[in-house]
């Protein structure tokens, strides 16, 4: 029995130490796209695989040889901004009484408080959604603990990259 116990406190003092290297945050947080440094808020959704970007349109074009996107994004001050990236590829995402869409990804470096990643991004027509970005599993793990009864718990501290 003592030896089980040993194990356990072990195992428990093992997971806490792992938790106090996360940062965490709420549900919904303000984003910093960098390097343009344009703020929206952002849906954490552990529950989606991948983040996703509400774009008002895109078009693909030849830069040097690579396909590159241009695409816009409002805000909600309802500022407008142009971003241009290279096109990592397409994903199909799967939707619920719907058929599959397919998505264009890009790369995009993503501040969060004082933390800043690369992470892929969809982008998509997000109508109907309140929130323009959704912060999805793949850019939180190993980095982020979600407190879902907070809002808000940080703003960005990024300035350059």
Not at 29 to 46: C, G, N, Q, W, Y
Not at 50 to 61: F, G
Not at 69 to 90: A, C, K, M, S, W
């Given at each position: ?90 994903t199909l995402i799967k939707r619920k009484r719907a058929e599959p869409v ?11 408080g004082n933390h800043i990643y690369l992470a892929p991004v969809n982008l ?38």
């Amino acid at each position: 029995m003592r030896y089980l116990s040993a194990v356990l406190l072990f195992f428990c003092l093992q997971a806490q130490a792992e938790t106090t290297d996360k940062t965490i945050i709420g549900w919904i947080e303000t984003v910093r796209i960098m390097p343009e440094k344009f703020e929206l808020t952002a849906k954490i959704d552990s529950g989606a695989d991948n983040s996703s970007l509400d774009v008002i349109s895109w078009k693909t074009y030849s830069h040097q040889d690579e396909e590159w996107i241009r695409f816009d994004v409002i805000n909600n001050n309802e500022d407008t901004i142009t971003f241009e990236r290279p096109l990592e590829g397409y994903t199909l995402i799967k939707r619920k009484r719907a058929e599959p869409v397919e998505r264009p990804v890009v790369s995009m470096k993503l501040c969060i408080g004082n933390h800043i990643y690369l992470a892929p991004v969809n982008l998509a027509e997000r109508k109907g959604f309140k929130y323009r970005m959704l912060i999805g599993r793949s850019f939180l793990k190993g980095r982020f603990l979600v407190d879902s009864a907070v809002k808000q718990s940080t703003l960005p501290q990024c300035n350059s990259l």
